[in-house]
């Protein structure tokens, strides 16, 4: 059965620090991995990774796919308020995407 | 940039009753999702669609139905809504099978009664 487990479910941290947040998983026919954030609604895309140990950046959040270990790790750096969000992972097999549940963060002034 | 509708964002019901919840792309994707997310569990699928008239169930399909009789549309249907179904409902499209990126609806939250 495929999974995918995010950790940690919760951070609380203060505006200018920088966090990791991490997604392993173990699926079937993997594809591909997709960062997603979620503030009030609708999930907005943030990142797809295919390739092992190839950073992808975008501003103060990069992350980084290691196929061989079968984890994803998003980080980001002098967060602020605006980074408040639940962030999901999650893997494509053939045909669908498969959540993680998210990892919760809040960062205070 | 794509857009994704999704035609009511709080919705309340009554056990039993017939529910619809309607979700319309204007971007000609071939693929359209529904997912419920609900806390602890994350997003779930419930039923895919690869094409008009064409449906896949996901995950959890139990419950609920789908018709996709037009290309931007994507209907999910609670035959007779349960207080367990009480969720949030989004609904999501991509380009074609095997692209990837799939762009989501602002959310439905039902309330079952």
């Known amino acids: 059965e495929d999974k995918v487990v995010q950790s940690p479910l919760s951070l609380v941290v203060h505006e200018g620090d920088t966090v990791t947040l991490n997604c392993s998983y173990e699926?079937?026919?993997?594809?591909?991995l997709l960062w997603y954030k979620q503030e009030k609604k609708a999930p907005t895309f943030l990142f797809m990774l295919?390739?092992?140990?190839i950073e992808k950046k975008s501003g103060r959040l990069s992350s980084i796919l290691d196929k061989k270990e079968l984890f994803s790790i998003l980080n980001i750096t002098a967060t602020q308020t605006g980074d408040s969000a639940v962030y999901l992972c999650?893997?494509?097999?053939?045909?669908?995407?498969?959540f993680g549940t998210g990892t919760r963060l809040q960062v205070f002034p | 940039d794509v857009k994704v509708t999704q035609s009511s964002r709080y919705l309340v019901k009554r056990t039993g009753e017939k529910v619809f919840l309607e979700c319309v792309q204007d971007?000609?994707?071939?693929?359209m999702f529904w997912y419920r997310q609900d806390p602890g569990l994350g997003l779930r699928l419930i039923y895919f669609?690869?094409?008009?008239?064409?449906?896949e169930k996901g995950d959890i399909p139990e419950g609920y139905s789908v018709s996709r009789e037009k290309k931007e549309r994507f209907s999910l249907i609670l035959e007779s809504a349960s207080t367990n179904q009480t969720s949030m409902y989004l609904c999501?499209?991509?380009?074609?099978?095997?692209?990837?990126?799939?762009?989501f609806g602002p959310g439905t939250r039902l309330l079952v009664l």
């Open positions: 699926v079937t026919n993997f594809r591909s």
């Open positions: 295919t390739s092992s140990g």
């Open positions: 669609s690869y094409d008009v008239k064409m449906k």
């Open positions: 999650a893997p494509y097999n053939t045909d669908k995407l498969i």
């Open positions: 971007m000609d994707h071939e693929n």
């Open positions: 999501a499209s991509s380009v074609w099978t095997g692209q990837e990126t799939q762009y």
